[in-house]
C-alpha cells in the first residue's frame, strides 16, 4: 500500500462516530434574567470558564469568565446575563460526524461547543478534545472486543468459492437532504467489509471515501445509490445519481471549493473536502458528470494478495 494512503483508526472513526456519541449531557447553564454576580458563584463552584445561557430549554447564548472577568472590573456585577452574553454562538449538531467537531475545534481555536438538537434547537450536550478523546478510546476498546467475537475467517471467503471471477456487490440506497441519516450507508459497508475479513487499513480507505461520497448525494441531489463491489484483489466504490451535475469538475476539486448553499454549511456539511478526501483514499478514482443529468463516481483501492488481518 502506499504509505500516503494510509488512514489512522482514529482517524476513520472521527467518521464514524457521531457527536452525541461522546458528548457530555450534563449541563451547567444559566438563564438569561440571572447576574453576573450569580454567575460568578456557578463558575467558582463549577471550576467552568463559561456557560451557556438557556431559556425555555432553548440555547440563546454563551457567557464566558472573560465577560465575567470585564464585568467585574467596571463594576456592573448586577447587570442581567442577557445583557453581557454573546448571542452570536457556533454551535455542533448532536447527529454530525464527530470529524465535523474535530475540525471546529481546530479551526476556532474553541476549548468546547454547545451541542443542540437539529428539530428545535435544544441545548443537549457540550463537547470539548476531551470528550473527544474518551469516546474514540472507549469505541476502540469495544471494536476490538466485536472483532474477537466475529473472528469466524471470513477473509477466506473468496478462496472457498470456486470460480473464475468473484465479486460481492453492496448497494445501499441515500436518500437526498435527509441529514439525519447521512452517513449510514458507509457506516453500514464498513461492518460488512470488517465481516469478510478486509485489512482495517483498506477498510479504514473505503469507509472514508465511501462516506464522503455519500455525503455529497445527499447534500446536491435528491438521492441515488451507493454500491461497493469487492474483489479478490480490488475494492471499487460507485456513486451515482440523477442531480444537477457538476458544472466544473477540475474547480470542485479544489480544496475548500463548495456550492453547497450556507443553510446546508450551518449544518455542517460542503465544506468543499469531500473529493479531496476520496481522491486521497482512492488507488484510482474517476468522476463524469453531466449539466441536468447527474454525476457518477468511481472510486477503486487495490487489495493486495498478501492482505491479513491487523
Known amino acids: 500500500m502506499v504509505k500516503d494512503k494510509k488512514i489512522s483508526k482514529i482517524q476513520a472513526l472521527t467518521y464514524e462516530l457521531k457527536v452525541r456519541d461522546v458528548m457530555t449531557n450534563k449541563i451547567v447553564t444559566i438563564s ?3 447576574t453576573i454576580y450569580e454567575l460568578r458563584d456557578i463558575l467558582r463552584n463549577h471550576r467552568i470558564s463559561g456557560t451557556p445561557v438557556v431559556n425555555n430549554g432553548k440555547l440563546v447564548g454563551i457567557i464566558s469568565i472573560e465577560d465575567f472577568i470585564k464585568c467585574l472590573a467596571e463594576g456592573e456585577m448586577n447587570a442581567l446575563i442577557e445583557d453581557k452574553m454573546s ?3 457556533k454551535v455542533l449538531y448532536a447527529d454530525e460526524p464527530l470529524v465535523h467537531a474535530v475540525n471546529k475545534l481546530d479551526r476556532y481555536g474553541f ?25 474514540v478510546l472507549k469505541k476502540l476498546e469495544i471494536d476490538y472486543r466485536e472483532e474477537e467475537i466475529h473472528r469466524y475467517r471470513a477473509s477466506h471467503i473468496f478462496e472457498d468459492i470456486v470460480a473464475d471471477r468473484t465479486t460481492l456487490t453492496f448497494q445501499y440506497n441515500v436518500a437526498g437532504k435527509n441529514f439525519d441519516i447521512a452517513g449510514d450507508s458507509a457506516s453500514k459497508l464498513k461492518k460488512a467489509l470488517r465481516r469478510l475479513g478486509i485489512h482495517p487499513d483498506l477498510v479504514r480507505r473505503a469507509a472514508i471515501a465511501s462516506y464522503e461520497a455519500e455525503i455529497n448525494i445527499v447534500v446536491y441531489t435528491d ?3 451507493l454500491i461497493a463491489s469487492v474483489r479478490p484483489d480490488q475494492i471499487m466504490i460507485e456513486a451515482s445519481d440523477s442531480g ?26 460542503g465544506a468543499g473536502m469531500g473529493l479531496i478526501n476520496i481522491k486521497h483514499c482512492a488507488d484510482k478514482m474517476k468522476i463524469s458528470s453531466e449539466i441536468g443529468k447527474g454525476t457518477h463516481l468511481e472510486a477503486i483501492i487495490y487489495i493486495k494478495q498478501q492482505n491479513s488481518k491487523g
Do not use: H, Y
Not at 476549548?111 to 469516546?135: C, E, Q, S, Y
Not at 444537477?244 to 455542517?268: C, H, N, R, Y
Open 32 to 34: 438569561p434574567e440571572k
Open 87 to 89: 448571542s452570536k454562538v
Open 111 to 135: 476549548g468546547r461547543f454547545p451541542v443542540i438538537d437539529r428539530n428545535g434547537g435544544k441545548l443537549v450536550g457540550i463537547i470539548t478534545k476531551g470528550d473527544i478523546i474518551k469516546g
Open 223 to 225: 438521492g441515488g445509490q
Open 244 to 269: 444537477p451535475g457538476i458544472p466544473d469538475i477540475e474547480k470542485a476539486m479544489q480544496p475548500g471549493f463548495s456550492t453547497a448553499p450556507e443553510w446546508v454549511q450551518e449544518l455542517g456539511f
